[in-house]
């Protein structure tokens, strides 16, 4: 089963690394994340990469990619201060996230960061006023298009093409950089024409913006780009095959420069988390199901798990006949039920102790931890 | 507003120390948890009150109920540890999470603990074997009342009344004490009468048990008892009343001893947690409401919001005519929009930089903090 994610020698370097280790605990192999990253690179050599530090914020992912000439998008101050401690020069920064303080705009300004993503009137007043000049982002909102997605993102972020097009105006007249139209399919997309819906309309809004005067240098995609668990997607050369056609279809040959923001594209297939199976029970003895209790759940790893959102694919090295299983984690709170609807099957001879890995979990995963919850530590992360 | 919550005194002391610090924060009032615990002691007269740690687990907070000679329940060895730093002494504590590792509760068992609870049979055997001759509580599954509960603990938690029998005859066969039954009615649970089905069952546990020999001891109805939100519950005396006279009506003048675990009803009223309004956007010019973005959010103190289980009292300095928003957290995360279905009224006055002020917030909010999604850090608390 692992075979269908990693290869022969990476499992046994995980193993041999899982071995006689105090369970739960993420591993890292940071050669995915180099190897991943080579391949948005190669799939999309005209784009410029930003890795969404949200994602996983490890100092060490963080330097694998610097030293492999990567971008970063920030939600946050702090997540800034911490690309900027490992020597990586403000221009190779973004700061994407529509919702953020005054001061916090003016810190990072402060710090030289010169490109930043709005949606609303009030942020760009801000941004204009305390960060001139810089290169704006206006986000669209996508409403209708994301409805393959694990993980849609909502009207939250956004807002509609009209308003767009009257901030983008209004971001001008202030003195910033109106500089493109960023837009998120929503995250693990697998409905690769999610972007060819969001694609017709930004091409609507820079031929309305041009008339008005205003030419539009860029499009940042954001992420979407899935990783691979259980629901199978299509791979990356095939989404960047489908959004260069896309792309060519809407603006013909001279498309515009393009920013992507790979995070979970980028950092989950990196990783394998390891748990234990704490207890096995019935709550009856005609129970058809078993619950079987580990020590990783919602909030010490697997918050994405949350509603079953994202299932992820989970070995065990026990084999023979396989029934179903109620999945939980180890907290008092009723929440801490990983999958109850999602009908895992694991074999009739687990027992107590064996360790259960769950793949591809290299992203929103230990970051999502809760700092205290149950008295539970934050998940331990290797990286190797 | 603020005064259906808090005292005329006790908002100025709130405001005092809240002014120009920087948000978002909690701050819990310790002497109001000091007034709840005296509350619950003096309604339950002869019951043994266990803090459920996991509520709330701050120092002050421990070092407070110990000074006036609480139990207290722990979810974990890491709660237990910080417990038994205080000087609280092991026959003091119960280990109330039936999810627990056999290293765990020997662990415990090693610092003194001699009181846990149990669902399964696998558990009971660890018990038996790493820590002999222990109390044990066994939980009843509680699924059919829990229908007005803001946080019920579904089935995770418990067995059915059949397979708690056989488990606490297992338990004696292995040199264990079955101490009595445990159940939980769900948390922030408003109808009394939950308690009053409940004990309808634990009466005929005991009835069954004792005509095979063995005579449990104690009732033990954990947690349930309210805080105090948007949606109205009863008081404490009403429900030290009820429950009284449900305990009466099923055991006769002579019932069990009673074990209460209140965690939200101890802690929930005496936190303000102290937020910013980021921006306040609308998507179009003729969007009906408006996104209010705080500094506080699903990840870093209200997880609580999610699925927009609790609702907690909202208080804003800013009057006048009221409009309808949506309220939504700092992270590029569709999750981390706190309410949307309800729709919570705010002034149309309310400016970016407002303080929006959180009441009741004391229990699950902190502790349950991710440890940096987004950058963003763990929620501060402050003492007062």
């Avoid at 403000?90 to 700061?95: A, K, Q, V």
């Avoid at 003895?285 to 759940?297: C, M, P, Q």
Wanted: net charge negative; glycine share 6%.
């Amino acid at each position: 089963m692992y075979l269908d994610y990693y290869s022969q020698a990476e499992w046994a370097k995980i193993i041999n690394f899982a071995t006689d280790r105090e369970t739960p605990f993420l591993i890292v192999i940071l050669e995915r994340i180099r190897n991943k990253f080579l391949l948005f690179s190669n799939n999309f050599p005209n784009a410029k990469i930003y890795y969404a530090v949200k994602a996983s914020p490890g100092i060490e992912i963080l330097t694998a990619l610097r030293d492999l000439g990567a971008y970063f998008d920030v939600a946050s101050i702090y997540e800034l201060d911490r690309v900027l401690k490992l020597n990586i020069p403000p221009n190779r920064i973004s700061y994407g996230n529509t919702i953020k303080k005054s001061q916090h705009i003016q810190y990072a300004y402060q710090q030289g960061v010169r490109l930043f993503t709005s949606d609303c009137e009030a942020d760009i007043r801000h941004i204009a006023k305390v960060a001139p000049g810089s290169k704006i982002f206006l986000r669209l909102i996508i409403d209708a298009v994301t409805s393959d997605s694990d993980w849609p993102l909502s009207r939250k972020f956004g807002c509609q093409p009209r308003m767009l097009i009257e901030l983008a105006l209004l971001a001008k007249e202030l003195g910033l950089q109106p500089y493109g139209v960023s837009f998120h399919v929503g995250s693990q997309q697998r409905e690769i024409s999610a972007y060819d819906a969001a694609i017709a309309q930004v091409v609507l809004i820079f031929e309305q913006l041009e008339k008005q005067g205003l030419k539009l240098q860029s499009i940042n995609m954001g992420g979407g780009f899935p990783a691979d668990y259980i629901t199978k997607a299509n791979t990356l050369p095939t989404y960047a095959e489908e959004i260069y056609r896309y792309l060519e279809a809407h603006f013909g040959a001279q498309f515009p420069e393009i920013y992507l923001e790979p995070g979970r594209g980028l950092a989950g297939d990196a990783g394998v988390l390891v748990s234990e199976v704490i207890l096995i029970a019935k709550k009856s003895r005609t129970d058809l199901r078993r619950w079987v209790y580990t020590d990783i759940g919602i909030f010490n790893g697997l918050m994405e798990a949350i509603d079953e959102s994202i299932k992820y694919p989970l070995h065990t090295d026990k084999t023979g006949p396989t029934g179903e299983v109620i999945l939980a984690g180890p907290t008092c709170d009723s929440l801490d039920i990983l999958y109850e609807n999602f009908k895992y099957q694991l074999p009739l001879s687990l027992e107590i102790g064996d360790k259960l890995y769950w793949l591809s979990t290299g992203a929103y995963t230990a970051s999502y931890s809760s700092v205290e919850f149950n008295g539970f530590p934050p998940l331990t992360t290797y990286y190797i």
